[in-house]
């Protein structure tokens, strides 16, 4: 009975084996045939509703380069300003720094030395609001006016925009 027992434990190990080897190859031979083309997929940076037809933000940008993109919103403190500035210039790092109006006013120091230093200067908007509560007159405000802010103190002209709590302003 035991050697019974043992020669269809070996069958059923044996069978399972092979089963498993077949599958197993096939799944790898499928990943190399199939692997080359998942980089395409997820590309579009883009995208349009098709009932409002207005375009959403863009979260990424393909690329074969190995990039990263870092940004910071300055709006509510500067007390570690100078050492994020130091740990991203010891490593060769540039950033976007997104500026609120008035963080501008309060800490104009700051803003220079964060361009002069070679970061991008974005705008955040003039007080921090919430756009989507405001009319697009207001919100061209919030934007107009930070832009002059920066324009008086750096003479640049920023030419990108995040709204504040990632609202959108359309």
């Known amino acids: 009975m035991n050697n019974f027992l043992e020669k269809t434990k070996k069958m059923c190990s044996n069978f399972y084996v092979k089963w498993f080897s077949i599958l197993f190859i096939a799944v790898c031979v499928g990943f190399c045939i199939v692997g080359p083309f998942l980089r395409y997929i997820d590309e579009e940076v883009t995208v349009e ?8 933000p863009i979260y990424c940008v393909g690329t074969d380069e190995k990039k990263l993109a870092i940004s910071f919103d300055a709006a509510w403190g500067a007390e570690d300003t ?13 950033a976007t720094f997104f500026l609120c109006g008035y963080w501008v006013d309060k800490y104009p120091e700051e803003v220079k030395r964060i361009y002069e230093a070679g970061h991008t200067i974005g705008n955040h908007s003039n007080t921090h609001p919430h756009g989507n509560q405001l009319s697009l007159q207001k919100n061209k405000e919030e934007i107009m006016a930070v832009h002059q802010k920066v324009k008086d103190l750096l003479g640049f002209e920023m030419n990108l925009y995040r709204p504040p709590y990632s609202n959108r302003v359309y």
């Open 49 to 56: 509703t098709s009932a409002s037809k207005k375009k959403l």
């Open 82 to 94: 100078d050492t994020l500035l130091k740990v991203l210039k010891d490593n060769d790092v540039k």
